[in-house]
Structures are given as structure tokens and as C-alpha cells.
């Protein structure tokens, strides 16, 4: 499959913090023989506002998000929550015969990276190369929002020199919950500590996770507490040779 | 005690209640159980998502009927003799009981589980009036002995407690001298309760649901103590939730294999029980005189609303049993008897914002709630519904967070904003950072950096670096 046009929701947390990330997920997708398009017009999608209960103040976000990827034929993104984000928008605007109609449209066309790759592009194995051991944390929007379990583990199973261990109570959140990790943050801390310790047990040199939000709170603690794991979103686990 | 189980702050509650190591060991092992036989059951049974969607439709259907199903059950009990008393709030509904109570000259009570009596205070009211009331469920007994100590589940409501606390609490109030084994302290009680139901002068139970075809309570237990309740007394009193009705047996069935699957992942539980007003002519047991108080307490207050599905409530706790937060802080913390993502929507709308505005907040909306209920309640969109109300219709929100969350808004929605912002967010970072790394961060990231390392922000941003990848053609 060749010259597929995608247009790249790269999100706040990855534009600002992790660079690497959308550079990897860049990469992944030109190999598979996509053409990348990143509209410079894309900002944040308002979802740290929307989940405190800040629907109004969030609303423009959206509306200037709608139409950044307006033009687009699909939208691919390197997280299960903000995916599952633009999919909420045609609730939120579920009375405006406006932004209804248009935000059904993105809804419709926007996917998160790795159900991009297995279940539009048919590829299960990007040829990737990872030598260690991995655990796999399964962020919660994206499996239980979103709907994707499989396309990570599928990919992750295809990563050549990878051993695979199961995280215990891979289910349970990792505590971060946007604004819950500094609102609620000593009942967060616990949370990502049991986290942190399941992933140890687990004996992983790498921990995996398809959500930088998750991503972000998970390794922040690991780094915290100085344990020798890494922390990789799975497109870079994916464009590693 | 009534529904509100203690004064403190909510964030007092979970730091207190997060010391105790036991109860969080106790509570994660239970979660971990009740999840995985949860799971079985479910599995097989099969087709569990249509299961799921056909007990959703049957409580949406009560709910929008619910008038009609509640003057069907009325009349039915009333024609076959039992009386039947609609309260509007908790203090109407312990009245009515107190007049009956008093006028069967009533001393000694027994109860099965119920919630709803909770909710009102019901025991304190009649130990006022200077009753004796005795709980038979187990671990309603267990918590009755211990001073009055307040359930923390819904289900299994000594939850928080472990064999060795349990065993401690008969040593000292019933004078027990065996071990902390579950078969000997229930034995233990199960001996002590027998002589009491034979001298009960009233029964008190709740209702997992009532049939309104028929006029009958349906009662689900393990431990067939309600049977117990309602057969020997001569006079029973039913209190029940205004929603929890089904329109005939069939429903009652489907709804009462979500129940038990849900909640223990049992196929059924030990006892089922279908109870029809007082005893008739010709019958063999049954009580002699029967009473059903419907209680409203500000449910009907929810019908119509957006939060109307938190109605559909079976009380299973299986959205308790796989909640991350609950898993650490325990029930007590919530400061409510209806603990967990099912208490957090639901007792502010029975109990108010100004007790429990803290309740909608403590969850991630992870969504674990959502996915496990068995009637299909969207609890963490009904936990985000609150936080709406809790910022934009009552304004109860602090104002630094309004003015950083207008701040967002403004940011993210434009373009130059969010440019100058991302841009200068890594120089501006920089006194605070250390090799990429942000430890004790300033405002806002402080919060964080008390717990986790914070990352620096990237010198050079996603988007300036596909900038130039994109001049070089796409290449690498």
C-alpha cells in the first residue's frame, strides 16, 4: 500500500515533550508509504479543560481543531486518548447543527496509530528490531473508550528480539487522569506506585505504552523512585531497527 | 447514621484511610477475586454484552414508567392484604416504621442487608425509640458488634476488615475463644443469631427488587437470613428504593442473574426469595401483618435529568470492584455508605454538593466503572456530568483553577498563543531543569513534581522539526 495521505494529530503532550515520539511515529508511518501531512494550524485538543468540567472554555479548542483536520482524508494519532478525544467531539456539539455534521465527519476518518497500521494499512509487522524484555501497559481510553486492544499487542508480538511479559493488573489505571494526577496527587501517587511495581515485577527493560499522558506519569515516577526501566511510547518501539 | 457516615474533609479521609495497610490489602485481594469470578460468570453464561443491553433496556423501561409499575405494585399488595406507605423523605419513612414499631409495641428487631435503611438512619432512629436491633446479614452483624462501624461496600460492607480484626471484634463482644478461621466465626454467629430470630418482634429487610404482577419483594441472599426475618416475626416491614421495581418475574429473573454474576459471579446465590404480602388463610408461614415503604429521599428528584441512568442501579458493585481509587482509599473515605464510582455520582444528588462536591473528582474516568456495570450505567460520563454542573452551573469551582482553565482555553484555541507558549515553555523551564529533567517545578507543576519527575520541554518542538523534515522531501 503507497502513497496513503494521512494527516498527523500529533498532540500537545508529544509536540512539546515528546519530540521523539512524533519524529518515530513520522517514520513508521513514510516506511509503510504514507505521505505526511501536519497541519501547522493544530493546537491542543482540549480535553485537560473538558475532563475538569470546563466544557465551555474547552469548546473553541475543539472548533479550531475541527477545522485544522477539516481538510484531511484521515487523521492518525500516537494516542488512545486524544483519538478517543476527537470521537467525543460529535457529542459535545451533539445540539449544534453546526459543529454536529463536521464533527461526525472528523470523528469518522480519525485513528489511533496502531489501528491505523493493522486495520487500514493490513500491516502486521513494520519490520521493527528491539532486543529485551517488554511489558505493555494498556492505556484505559484507548482500550475501553476506543475500543483498541489488539493492534498494539499484534505489532508489539511482530517486534523482532522482543520477550513479552504480561504487566499484573495491566486493567487498573496508571493514576494519571489528566488533572486527577496533581488535583488528587496523593491518591494518584499510589496508584501509579502500584503501577510502577507490577511493571517491576514484570523483570521488563522496557515498558510500553501507547499514551504519552500515561507515559509521562508512569516514567516520571519510575525516574522518581531510580528504577532501570525504560519507558517507550510504542511507535518508537516500532521505528527501532 | 444516615447516608453521610462522618465529618471529615474528603482529603483527610484518603490520607488517613491510605495508612491503613491492611484494609488496602484487604480490599485489593477482594477486587482481584470478585473481578476474575465476575469475569467467569459472564463468560459463561455468554453473549454477555446483549445480556448487559437487555438489563439496561428493562431498567430504562421502569424508569420511564415508573408511576405505572409503582401503582401496579401498590394495588397487588394491597389486595392481598399488606399495607404500603410512600415516603417522601428519610425522616417521613423512619416515622411510618416508628408508628408500626410502636404500635405492634415492638422491642426486638431483626434486620436483613439493606442500603436503604442506611440511607435513612433507620437503626439509629429505633435504638432512639429504644428498640433492640439486631443485623443478621454477616458482615452487617460483624460492623453492628464493632461499635457501629460503618460499611465500606455496598455488597460486602466489612470489606475493609480482615479474619484476624473480625476475630478480635467476637473475642471482645461475644466472648468467643476460637480462631480467626471464616467457618468458625461464622458458626460462631450464625448460633448466636438462631436464638435471636426466635424471639424477634418485627423483621426489617430491604428489596433487591419488587415484582409488581405479583406484589412481591425478591430478596437475594447467601446466607438465608432474610428468609429467617421475614418467616418469623409476625410482622414485616420492607423498605425499599422507589426505582428498584421490575414489571413481572421474567424481568426479575434476567435482572437477578446480572445481580449475582456481577456482584460475586455466582449463577444464582444461595437464596432467592420472593415474598407476597402477609400471610393467607391456608398458608403455612409468612408474617401476619406486612409493610412496604416505597422511599423517594430525592430519587424522584433524578427522574427526568441527565443523571436519570444512575437510577438503572442494581447495586451489584462490581463498578466498586474494579475501581483504581477505591482499591487505595477504601469505602470509608468517601465519607458516604454508597462508596466507590456508584456513590460518587450518586450521593451528591441525594446528599448535595456542599457535603460531597470532592466525590466527582476522585476518579481518573478511566472508565473501568462504565465498562463492568451490568445495566449499562455510563458512570465516569455521569462522574464528568457532575464536574460540568459542579464548574458551570453552580459556579463551585476555586478561582485559581477558573482563571488557569480560561487561560487554556484562550491558549489552545489560538494559534499564535499556543505557538509563543509551546516555544518558550523550555527557556522559560530552564532554572528549573537538570539533564532534561524537572524535579521541583514552580505553580502549577509543583503538584507534580512531588511525586514524579516532570520532563523538560523539548528545545525543539515536534512541529519545528517537521518543518525542516519536510524541506529535506520526507527524507530521513
Redesign the interface.
Known sequence: MSDVKVTLF?T?I??????DV??AT??VL?RLGC??D?P??Q??C?Q??Y????????K??M??MIATFEHAEVVVTPSGSCATMFKEYQHIFHDDPIWRPRAEKLASKTYELTEFIVNVLKVENVGAKLSGVATYHPS??MT??LGVKDAPMTLLHNVEGLQFEPLP?A???C????T?????????????D?KVDSAEQTKADFLIGADGGCL??I???I??RGKPIRVMHIAEVLNSR | MAMKIGEGKF?DN??KN?EDTFMRGAVAGAQ?RLRTRRLDAAEELGNWEEWRSHGEEIRQHVLNNLDYYLHELTENIQKRGGHVFFAETADEANAYVREVVNSKNGKKILKAKSMVTEEIGLNQMLEEEGCEVIETDLGEYILQLDEHDPPSHIVTPALHKNKEQIRDVFTEKLDYKLTEKPEELALHAREKLRQEFLTADIGITGCNFAIAESGSVGLVTNEGNAGLVTDLPKTQITVMGMERIVPTFEEFEVLVGLLTRSAVGQKLTSYITALTGPRMDGEADGPEEFHLVIVDNGRSGILGTEFQSVLQCIRCAACIN?C??Y???GGHSYNSIYPGPIGAVLTPLLGGYDDFKDLP????????C??ACPVKIPLHELL?K???????REGR?PIS?KLA??A???G????PM?AAG?KM?SAMMKPFTKND?I?SGPG?LK??T?????????K????D??KE??KGG?G?
Not at chain 2, 386 to 392: D, L
Not at chain 2, 450 to 458: G, L, Q, T
Open positions: 500529533i500537545c508529544v509536540d512539546m515533550f515528546q519530540a512524533g519524529k513520522v517514520e513514510e505521505d505526511i501536519f501547522m494550524g493546537v491542543c482540549g485537560p479543560a475532563n475538569s468540567g470546563y466544557v465551555e472554555e474547552s473553541d479548542a472548533k479550531k484505559c481510553h475501553r473508550l493488573n486493567h487498573n489505571c493514576g494519571f487522569g489528566g486527577f494526577s496533581v488535583k488528587m496527587g496523593n491518591i494518584s501517587e499510589q496508584m501509579v502500584e509521562m506519569n516514567g516520571g515516577r525516574e522518581r | 482529603k484518603v490520607n491510605m482481584e474494579v483504581p481509587v482499591r487505595h482509599i473528582y476522585a476518579s481518573t474516568l478511566c472508565a473501568a462504565t465498562d464528568h457532575h464536574r460540568q454542573v459542579i464548574v458551570e469551582a483553577e482553565m480560561k487554556f482555553g484562550l489552545a484555541a489560538s494559534n499556543y509551546s515553555a529533567r524535579s502549577p503538584a507534580w512531588e511525586i514524579r519527575e516532570f520532563p523538560a520541554p523539548n525543539e518542538r515536534f512541529r522539526w517537521f523534515h519536510e520526507g530521513q
